[in-house]
């Protein structure tokens, strides 16, 4: 199975306008609430890709028991570890007129030292049993920054991050199969601007000549590039009519993950992990996509 393992979900607000005017009372055509945020997106996509999944994710309060429910009706797989913060709520606006996203997120409140080791104790549990890891999202307030590290010391399979910064660089050194930050994160990993395509392929060799196997870098619907066994090569994301695009980051991790267990060739799988995204797009809630068809 694939662990999608993480600290940090959402209860996930998503407000549909059929024009959006900041500073006006703004009336939302449809709402609608699901369970999101990294970790959630990409344990359901893996699922709804096909491959055996299995969620590891810390939740509290009602709004953590709202992503316990939502879970089970869809059916995936997870073991949740129970914190006595309320899981946060962040809120997606969808304006139809001029097609732009806005999203507010609220950050993780910080959690006790009991509830990161009864985390770790499942991961533990979890992992030997895993084909491949996939550990995303950031760290709640106050977390320590070698947190991520420290799960991984004795991890065996194939594993994937999709975190940034401080986080990301401490796991470097245990050289995961593949890291896929946003052009946005691998700036802020790399603490410098990435102006140009130049600045960004310094910057993912950083990142390989520090551990990591496979970089991969998203930049919404432009261009990706994916440092592989040939280089730093790019692809070009399947374009589609966008219903929402959060979560589309997510898939492509699941697509990366699902494709790599599968066997596929670099390339293939690449290809694959943008299908997934594309199809994620097509949506409006995050993760709960089709098995994309490469042809």
């Known amino acids: 199975m694939i662990l999608a393992a993480g600290l940090t979900p959402a209860w996930q607000q998503i407000l549909v306008f059929p024009r959006f005017t900041a500073g006006e009372v703004n009336r939302a055509a449809e709402a609608l609430w699901c369970a999101s945020g990294k970790v959630l997106n990409v344990g359901c996509a893996v699922l709804h890709l096909g491959a ?37 709520v962040c809120t997606t606006i969808l304006d139809r007129a001029t097609g732009q996203t806005t999203e507010l997120v609220q950050n993780s409140g ?84 990435l102006t140009t395509d130049g600045d960004l392929f310094a910057a993912m060799k950083e990142l390989h000549a520090a551990g990591a196997e496979h970089v991969v870098v998203s930049d919404g619907p432009r261009t990706l590039w994916a440092l592989g066994p040939d280089g730093i090569e790019h692809f070009t994301p399947p374009h589609v009519d966008v219903m929402n695009p959060i979560g589309c980051g997510d898939c492509l991790a699941a697509g990366l993950a699902v494709a790599h267990v599968e066997g596929r060739p670099w390339r293939e799988g690449v290809t694959f992990g943008l299908s997934a995204a594309a199809e994620n797009a097509r949506h409006l809630l995050p993760g709960r996509i089709a098995r994309p068809v490469l042809v």
Request: with cysteine; glycine share 6%.
């Open 52 to 88: 055996p999944s299995h969620t590891l994710c810390l939740i509290g309060g009602d709004t953590g028991a709202a992503i316990r429910r939502d879970f089970a009706a869809l059916g995936v797989p997870a073991t949740w570890v129970e914190t006595f913060v309320p899981t946060r």
């Open 110 to 193: 910080a959690v006790t030292n009991d509830e990161l080791d009864r985390f770790a104790a499942a991961f533990g549990e979890l992992a030997p049993r895993a084909s491949l890891v996939v550990l995303s999202g950031s760290l709640p307030d106050r977390t320590p920054s070698d947190f991520f590290h420290r799960l991984l010391e004795r991890v065996r399979a194939p594993v994937l991050l999709d975190i940034r910064g401080a986080e990301l660089r401490e796991c470097l050194p245990l050289k995961p199969w593949l890291v896929k930050p946003n052009r946005d994160e691998l700036a802020a990993t790399a603490g410098r601007a």
